[in-house]
């Protein structure tokens, strides 16, 4: 298990390292040494770019694990099943409503709107019946697409189709200095589960493990949806909306390693910032020098390795 | 002792279980039998909090469920469930540790590893410890679900249908480990059984359900009778007598 760590740490040290040296304006290693504004290009726009990749994809797959173990579903995902949704159409109705609103306030309500959607949607799920696992996911993206729609339509009354596609549609050509700090609050987010590993493992067993090995299933639920939503408030608000992290990764990691969160999610969310990075670094080089957004890199990346893996037989630690 | 007073619930509407009161032996075995959809599996679960208690009281040793802290009666009370609800995806070592969660809340202390090592030493699964629950055979899966409630190592064991799956071996070597615990170390069992001829060996207290009541209650030895089996499971089978032991001739 170690040297998956290991391996997992370098490949993402590596893409990072990429993602630096990667852009419309040129930049080698040497010019580091030579030219100042070099040192200045990566301060304001490689680095914050990268970070933010890397916390917005490992928070993602950290944040779609748990809603797995929570929903004991491998198939949903927080951004498509609702809770990103809502998260952006918090922020919509704060920029309505008081269109000066500290980027703050923006995200303290997108946190609360999508912690409101999560809860609906488990409230959906669990009157689902539990032989029919195919049913959530798709209800999920009814749900999650019918809470689009309805921030589409708002948006469009009040004339800002253009301020939601940012939200709707994520993107990290925009990230620049001083404007992806937040994201370094979801990473705190994620960090913190950490700390809830075993609950979230043990609620992936079912109510009545949960309740016979001592734990409140109810508030291990809440928790974890509180630790979802405000992942995903402060992605949505700061990137947008990033599919497919959230829901390849963790299903990749369980197949090959189990469901031992304690031990497995320092790797979802290593495999969740790697893939993301990559997919940007791809998008940034595929037509260069324009640029393919990251959501539509993971969307083809993501399904061609769900595929290999489905078909791969499976092995664990 | 396990004291339950005035049980009854419902689901839906239907009654399930009618005024149950009933006393189940300290340190004894007690054996839940009765036909299918009788109430065994919700007796069980309302004693083990599983569901919340509509009306009556379980007492299980001096804690009162439903007011009793929840963690606090893990310690005391575990319960292996007739068909847990998913397949983990858990090694089996990994799935006996978490029967420990309510001592170490995720710490394992070295006295955790010993006991879950000890576990899968007393399950034979100490081979299969890597191997996920999820590519087990049905028995092997079985055995890892009773050795994760027996790492638990509660005073009080609610088991329903444990030889579900068991070939015969593993059958008897539970049975007599459950003796063991019994007689040895003062646990109390409450077993739901469907081979009568379990309980009547192995059983010190008999318990015969029929449409949410009990129907008979008693030692294996007179509560095993043809009447038993014409009144509560509606069948006629003969019963033998050897070494004083009821055996259902099936
Ligand atoms: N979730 C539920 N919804 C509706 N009815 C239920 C539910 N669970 C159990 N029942 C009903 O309650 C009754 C008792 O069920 P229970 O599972 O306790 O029976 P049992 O004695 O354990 O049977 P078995 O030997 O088949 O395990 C049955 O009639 C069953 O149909
Ligand atoms: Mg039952």
């Not at chain 1, 912690?115 to 798709?138: E, N």
């Not at chain 1, 999610?265 to 260069?288: E, K, Q, Y």
């Not at chain 2, 149950?20 to 679960?45: E, Q, V, W, Y």
């Not at chain 2, 009547?200 to 949410?212: C, E, I, K, N």
């Amino acid at each position: 298990m170690t040297r998956w760590y290991w391996a997992g740490g370098f490949a993402l040290a590596f893409l990072s390292f990429i993602s630096i040296f990667v852009g419309v304006i040129d930049l080698s290693f040497g010019d580091l040494w030579r030219d100042p504004e070099a040192l200045r290009l990566i301060g304001i726009s490689r680095f914050p770019r990268t970070i933010a990749a890397v916390i917005a994809g490992g928070t993602l797959a950290v944040a779609g694990c748990v809603m797995q173990m929570l929903v004991r579903n491998r198939f949903v995902e927080p951004m498509t099943a609702g809770t990103g949704q809502g998260a952006a159409l918090g922020i919509l109705v704060v920029t309505i409503l008081t269109p000066q609103a500290s980027i703050f306030l923006k995200m303290s309500l997108a946190s609360v709107t999508a912690l409101v959607t999560s809860l609906g949607f488990l409230a959906i799920v669990r009157r689902l019946p539990p032989t029919q696992p195919l049913l959530v996911p798709l209800i999920g993206l009814v749900y999650g697409g019918l809470i689009g729609a309805a921030v589409v339509f708002v948006a469009y009354q009040a004339d800002l189709l253009q301020f939601i596609s940012v939200w709707l549609n994520g993107e990290f050509s925009g990230v620049l200095r001083g404007r992806y700090e937040l994201l370094w609050l979801a990473a705190a987010g994620a960090a913190l589960t950490y700390f809830a590993a075993d609950q979230f493992a043990i609620v992936g067993m079912g109510q009545a493990v949960t309740t016979s090995l001592g734990l409140n299933y109810k508030q291990v639920v809440l928790v974890g949806l509180i630790a979802i939503s405000l992942i995903s408030a402060l992605t949505v608000v700061t990137v947008g909306i990033i599919p497919f992290v959230g829901l390849v990764v963790p299903n990749i990691i369980s197949r090959l390693f189990g469901d031992n969160l304690r031990r497995t999610l320092p790797l979802v969310a290593m495999m969740g910032a790697s893939l993301t990075l990559g997919s940007d670094i791809a998008g940034r080089l595929i037509r260069f020098p324009f640029e393919v957004p990251v959501g539509t890199v993971l969307g083809v990346v993501g399904a061609a390795i769900f595929l290999w893996l489905l078909y791969r037989t499976p092995r664990y630690a | 002792m396990i004291s339950i007073r005035n049980l009854s619930h419902q689901i839906g509407g239907a009654p399930i279980l009618t005024d149950i009161s009933l006393d189940l032996p300290r340190g004894k075995i007690s054996a839940l039998i009765g036909p299918n959809g009788a109430g065994k599996s919700t007796l069980l679960s309302l004693i083990a909090r599983l569901e919340k208690l509509q009306g009556g009281s379980v007492i299980v040793g001096n804690l009162t469920v439903g007011s009793c802290s929840n963690r606090e009666l893990a310690k005391h009370l575990s319960i292996l469930p007739q068909m847990p609800d998913q397949v983990p995806r858990l090694c089996v070592r990994d799935l006996v540790s978490f029967g420990r969660y309510p001592y170490h809340q995720g710490r394992p202390t070295a006295d955790d590893e010993a006991a879950v090592e000890h576990a899968l030493a007393v399950f034979g699964l100490t081979g299969l410890a890597k191997r996920s629950v999820d590519e087990l055979s049905g028995g092997q899966r079985q055995r890892a679900q009773i050795a994760m409630t027996f790492a638990q190592d509660t005073e009080y064991m609610l088991l329903d249908e444990p030889l579900n799956n068991l070939d015969i071996a593993g059958a008897r070597s539970l049975m007599a480990l459950l003796r063991d615990l019994a007689d040895n170390h003062g646990k109390t069992i409450v077993i739901v059984l469907h081979d009568i001829n379990y309980a009547s060996r192995y059983a010190d207290w008999l318990v015969a359900m029929h449409d949410g009541q009990i129907a008979v209650e008693g030692a294996p030895a007179q509560t095993v009778t043809s009447d038993l089996l014409r009144d509560v499971f509606q069948t006629d089978a003969d019963i033998q007598h050897i070494d004083g032991l009821p055996i259902v001739m099936v």
